[in-house]
C-alpha cells in the first residue's frame, strides 16, 4: 500500500467560499485522490484554515506547519510521499515577510522532514519523496483586510520561489497556477469551487502516478 499525505492549508482542508464549511470528501481534492489513484493508494488529508510554511500567528495560535510537520509525521508514518502546498496565508499583511522568506520558511520544512526520518528510520521508514505545489495567487484581495496588494505579488512570485527551493532540495514541484485559473476561485478570489478540486485532484493524480509508479 503506497501512503500519501496531503499537508495544506484552507485549499487542501475543503474550504468552501462563502460559507466556510467544508467541502464532502468526495468532492475536495485531497478527499478525490484515493479514488484517481486507485487500489493501493492511501491518502492521509492534513489541511487546515490559515496555515503557514513556518510562521506563528498570535492571533490564530497552531497555524505553522514547521511547528506541527514532526508530530504530523510520525503519527502516519512510514510514508511514500508528501504533497505539500502552502504559501498563501503566509503573504498575509500582518507577517510582514517577503516571498522570498516564505521560501525560506519551504526550504525549513522540507529540512525538518527529511531530518525526522534521518534519525528515526528504524521505526518510521526512510525519507517519503516530496512534491511542493505552488499555491493560486489571488487575482485580487476579494475585499479580505488580511491581504494587500503587496500580498498578491508575493503570492504571484511564489511559483518562481518554490521551484527554486524544490530544485535545491531535490524535490518534485508543480505550480497550481498552471491548472486552476481565476475564474476557478470563489467570490473570495482565494478558495477553490467545486470545479477547481476536481481539476486539481486529476493533475496531482497525474503527477503522483508518474512519482510512484
Not at 484517481?36 to 492521509?44: K, T
Not at 475564474?183 to 478540486?197: S, V
Request: aromatic share 10%.
Amino acid at each position: 500500500m503506497r501512503e500519501i499525505l496531503c499537508f495544506g492549508d484552507s485549499n487542501t482542508y475543503g474550504y468552501i467560499p462563502g460559507s466556510g464549511q467544508r467541502y464532502p470528501r468526495d468532492i475536495r481534492w485531497s478527499g478525490r485522490l484515493e479514488g484517481l489513484l486507485g487500489a493501493g493508494y492511501h491518502v492521509v488529508e492534513e489541511g487546515m484554515n490559515g496555515r503557514t510554511t513556518a510562521f506563528e500567528d498570535a492571533l490564530q495560535p497552531w497555524r505553522s506547519a514547521l511547528g506541527y510537520i514532526v508530530p504530523c509525521i510520525k503519527s502516519h508514518a512510514p510514508l511514500d510521499l508528501i504533497v505539500i502546498m502552502l504559501g498563501t496565508n503566509d503573504a498575509k499583511t500582518r507577517y510582514g515577510v517577503s516571498a522570498e522568506e516564505i521560501g525560506f520558511g519551504m526550504r525549513s520544512l522540507v529540512i525538518e522532514i527529511e531530518t525526522f526520518f534521518r534519525y528515526n528510520a528504524a521505526r518510521a521508514g526512510r525519507c517519503p519523496k516530496l512534491l511542493i505545489i505552488s499555491p493560486v495567487p489571488m487575482p485580487s484581495t476579494g475585499g479580505d483586510p488580511e491581504f494587500n496588494e503587496s500580498s498578491l505579488q508575493k503570492q504571484a512570485a511564489l511559483a518562481g520561489v518554490f521551484r527554486q527551493v524544490a530544485d535545491e532540495m531535490g524535490c518534485a514541484f508543480a505550480a497550481a497556477e498552471e491548472w486552476i485559473g481565476p475564474e476557478l476561485l470563489g467570490a473570495d478570489q482565494c478558495h477553490f469551487l467545486e470545479q477547481a478540486h476536481t481539476i486539481f485532484a486529476q493533475r496531482v493524480a497525474g503527477v503522483i502516478r508518474e512519482l510512484l509508479e
